[in-house]
């Protein structure tokens, strides 16, 4: 057993830890981040988990939503120019076939895309157009609220209130995904697709306050794409390290944090399980799930509401994933010839998809999942497997508990994509691996039943409100402990939000700021070059 003293402890090397592990580096400070498993990156991971050469992206895929995040859009740690992480951008960004065998195939050319939702309703496919010219009018609010800390600047609603049409904007807030689908879109097969991408970070479409992914998920990908790193989704971490690194910190993996240790009630820093103790002469940073960080200290050290919080704290919906070697892609039946994307699908009929959302909330077990993503990052990024070779990600949202029927699911996954593809079939697999919530669970235990998006984001876990209300500014109730991480404003995927969040409260607790932070290490790059 050894004891460490360093400037900052961050416990979990998540992407967003490490992002604000990497500004309070760039800041100058000592910083040590610790994890339990054997790579960093938590859900931005790539790894060799099947046959050697086959690289997979053991959890994201798409950074679409990252992209417009300060962090990246202004370059403020170098992760680009200086560490070359690099996004690429495949087109078409999303193709999905509908129960019935039709398909419809979504391109970077807005009028492309426009031409294929008209081969079902020109009705829908100038809602399209109005829709996407709707969201461009407000984005920059929810960016802006996004990429501010709870109460660091307007709040969402604050800011809607000042813009010409804000009083709408304020109502679809609080709707639900297909409240604005159903009264928007005629036809059911734009209804599905629809439905189908403000689906893809697992928030229930119908939940009430879900009704911006309607346009925020559509409006990302036709303008971005589904944006995925060159060289697999644990590039942005490797950029990541590589900066504390430089900047003289140092990340220690294998390190599972068992205990907070407090000392006068205030948290000084985390013991590993092998009572390794790291002490923060400034503070500890955390990205372990909320449910089992208030198990690291005694019951009586967090505030009643504070636990109150954490036991109704909804984890979202689970899901499986099957992980496939293959020696040819996915060819769909688009409808003017074969089709291929990095982002494709299989989509139920809206009742579908509603019906099976239902359940999924009820714990019920889901036959045959009417929400697939298939994701096939090779066709654009072929430095993931050996040459003439592919890798293919089914995800599909499924209930904790019922692990036993996984491998049947992923048979049936497979035929259903048999039957809407050319030449997918059992002969193009060379080795899968199927992974249940359980499954998931055990390689990341803070992905609790199989949840990797932070816990749910609907009206009662979002803004002011995640993870709880008082303690949406990342500070903890123990002093000197800050939280970071999906579970954390403004929610899970791959955004970078909730670290560049809380690297801001935190730089400014300790006199500085993130701004302070960016411009000095602008100019010592400047200098250095």
Known sequence: MSTTTTDVVVAGAGHNSLI????LAASGREVVVLDSRAIPGGGAASEELMAPGFLLDSCSTGHTLIQSNPLLVDDELGLRSRYGLEYLTPDPFAHVAFPDGQQLTAWMDVERTCAEIARYSAADAATYRRMLGEWDEVKDIFGAASWTPVGFGPSLEQRLREHPRGSIWLKRRVMSAWDVIKREYESRH????????????????????????AYSIVAGRQARSWSIPRGGSGQLTDALVRSIEDNGGNVLCGRRVARLVLEDGRCAGVETEAGDRYLA???????????????????DAWP????????????????????LATNAPPVFRGFDGPRTAVSAGLAGWPQQLIDDSRTLRDGGFVEDPAWVLVATPTLIDPSRAPEGHHTVKFLAAQSYGFEER????????????????????????????????????RANEHMIRGTFHGGDRSIAQSGGLRPMPGWAQHRMPLPGLYQTGGNTHPGGSITGGPGRNAATVLLQDLGTSIEEVVADGRRARAGGS
């Open 20 to 23: 604000t592990a990497a500004y």
């Open 190 to 213: 734009v209804q599905s697709f629809m439905l189908w991408q403000a689906y893809q970070t697992l928030v229930p479409i119908d939940a009430p306050g879900t009704g911006p992914l």
């Open 281 to 299: 002469r400034q503070a500890v940073v955390s990205t372990i799930h909320l449910k089992h960080l208030v198990e690291m200290a005694p019951a």
């Open 304 to 323: 009643e509401e504070f636990r109150y919080g954490v036991e109704t704290f909804d984890v979202g919906v689970s899901c499986m994933a099957v992980q």
């Open 406 to 441: 996984k491998e049947a699911i992923a048979d049936r996954l497979l035929d259903r994509l048999e039957a809407v593809t050319d030449g997918f079939g059992g002969d193009a697999v060379l080795e899968r691996l199927v992974k249940a919530p359980e499954d998931i669970e």
